[in-house]
């Protein structure tokens, strides 16, 4: 053995086990979307629930409305080394909206819609669960409309007086007909043009369970299976479903972890 490949193997061996790379970006918040970047190879899990690794060692997770303070991250080596993160989650405090107006139907949907919606749900549920290995969502997002914020993440809804489940999505009021566009790349894996609630549907699958839903949409112009890049049109603001005027209500899905699409974008500007 030379002299030279012998010092080296004696650096190799003497060098301390280096940890585990854990890099993480984004929203430590209730509804926040972090993303992160390890060794590949790792293994990951939030509060025991395996994350998904891309080859390069990229992953994506998210916080519901209501998650805990504190949450458990641990990232375990191709080696079998074991490094644990304890993750703070800031609480968010909830806005109240009322909205009055509604068509009574959509507040207390009639008995023979019934089997419609527990169909439309159980798709778009279906939908939520897939977990591409591709992560579209790394190169970032842009907001998929411009326009006024009119609806924001968290808020405690009251439909005609009535309380009702929080509204999960950033809703951005303007014209119907307004381009909507791909906020990042994906494959759409829903196309509706006419669900009960939210009426012009789309889901784009954005890579390892992150996907992005857009409701009330006029039209609807692209077809499942259908890869998007970020920007790409797919159709247009509209008010259809349970709606009271023209807006997109974007959300965003960490499988079934309903997290806020606008901490991935900056503010709305003019
Ligand atoms: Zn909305």
Redesign the pocket.
């Known amino acids: 053995m030379s002299r030279l490949l012998f010092l080296i193997l004696l650096v190799l061996a003497a060098r301390p086990a280096a940890a585990v790379t854990l890099e993480m970006n984004g929203a430590f918040t209730q509804g926040g979307i972090i993303m992160g970047r390890t060794d590949p190879g790792t293994e990951l899990t939030l509060d025991g629930k395996p994350v998904r690794v891309s080859p390069d060692g990229i992953f994506v997770l998210g916080f519901g409305r209501e998650a805990e303070p504190k949450a458990e991250l641990v990232a375990r080596g191709a080696d079998g080394r074991e490094q644990r993160r304890t993750l703070d989650v800031a609480k968010r405090d909830y806005k109240i909206q009322r909205i009055d107006g509604l068509p009574q139907k959509y507040v207390a949907p009639p008995a023979d819609v019934l089997a419609r919606i527990r169909r439309e749900n159980a798709e778009i549920k279906r939908v939520r669960q897939i977990d591409t290995e591709h992560a579209y969502f790394a190169e970032g997002f842009i907001w998929p409309a411009k326009g006024r914020i009119s609806?924001v993440y968290g808020s405690q809804r009251i439909l005609n007086g009535e309380p009702k489940r929080p509204?999960y999505?950033v809703?951005v009021a303007a014209p119907a007909g307004t381009p909507v566009v791909a906020p990042a790349g994906g494959i759409v894996r829903l196309a509706e043009r006419d669900l009960y609630y939210t009426g012009g549907t789309i889901i784009l699958d954005h890579g390892h369970g992150l996907t992005s839903a857009f409701?009330h949409m006029q039209d609807v112009t692209v077809k499942v299976g259908q890869e998007l890049k970020r920007g790409d049109p797919m159709g247009t603001i509209g008010s259809t479903g349970r709606s009271t005027g023209a807006h997109l209500?974007w959300r965003i899905n960490w499988f079934d972890v309903r997290v806020d699409a606008a901490v991935l974008v900056p503010p709305m500007g003019e």
Do not use: I
């Open positions: 609806g509204h999505g809703d409701l209500d």
